[in-house]
T-cell receptor, first 114, second 116 residues
Framework: EAGVTQSPTHLIKTRGQQATLRCSPISGHTSVYWYQQALGLGLQFLLW???????NRGNFPPRFSGRQFPNYSSELNVNALELEDSALYLC?????????????FGSGTRLTVV | DQQVKQNSPSLSVQEGRISILNCDYT??????FLWYKKYPAEGPTFLISISSIKDKNEDGRFTVFLNKSAKHLSLHIVPSQPGDSAVYFCAARIEYSGGGADGLTFGKGTHLIIQP
């Protein structure tokens, strides 16, 4: 069974540009979560999608947005990139809504803003 | 304001001995706690969890203890093995009565190094 896959693995963008990060959940998982891990910080909750709807978002500005597609894959968009957006972005999926024990994380996308 | 704190960025333990990783939290609304393990270039993997109605949960070599009055939990690994070398994240969750849950709140992690 394929795990959670994220693409690209690495992404380098210029300040002010937009970044799009992608996540494919484990087959059958309907919930997708996005987390940011900036240097020296723990994982910060960004967004939670389930059945195509945004269920909750963390304390991030509106320029962080995303969506979930009918096949449950998800996209995270970061607009007007700032240097401090440089971080590892992790996606996780779970079989049931809000079941955190069953989180399976992908390996992440390393975003570097220059 | 960090609601989940792991005050030790790193911990070095000899193989075969006990590893104790600590975690403190400030939000009394947290009612479920989890530990995740992360190897370099991989995503975190779920290790063990504990509900706030319990004070101990055991799974093989891993035991998590919860002291609600002190808002403190710890992960014990006995005996420690070389493959346990990884970053360990403590996480907490608030379960809403409406079903589902908020995202997890993670600590900054503790890098455990098992020395031969």
């Amino acid at each position: 069974e394929a795990g959670v896959t994220q693409s690209p693995t690495h992404l380098i963008k210029t300040r002010g540009q937009q970044a799009t990060l992608r996540c494919s959940p484990i087959s059958g998982h309907t919930s997708v979560y996005w987390y940011q891990q900036a240097l020296g910080l723990g994982l910060q909750f960004l967004l939670w999608y389930d059945e195509g709807e945004e269920r909750n978002r963390g304390n991030f500005p509106p320029r962080f947005s995303g969506r979930q597609f009918p096949n449950y894959s998800s996209e995270l968009n970061v607009n007007a990139l700032e240097l401090e957006d440089s971080a590892l972005y992790l996606c996780a999926s779970s079989l049931e809504m809000g079941i955190t024990d069953g989180y399976t994380f992908g390996s992440g996308t390393r975003l570097t803003v220059v | 304001d960090q609601q989940v704190k792991q005050n030790s960025p790193s911990l070095s333990v000899q193989e075969g001995r006990i590893s104790i990783l600590n975690c403190d939290y400030t939000n009394s609304m947290f009612d479920y706690f989890l530990w995740y393990k992360k190897y370099p270039a991989e995503g975190p993997t779920f290790l063990i969890s504990i509900s706030s109605i319990k004070d101990k949960n055991e799974d093989g070599r891993f035991t998590v203890f919860l002291n609600k009055s002190a808002k403190h939990l710890s992960l014990h690994i006995v005996p420690s093995q070389p493959g346990d070398s990884a970053v360990y994240f403590c996480a907490a969750r608030i379960e809403y009565s409406g079903g589902g849950a908020d995202g997890l709140t993670f600590g900054k992690g503790t890098h455990l190094i098992i020395q031969p």
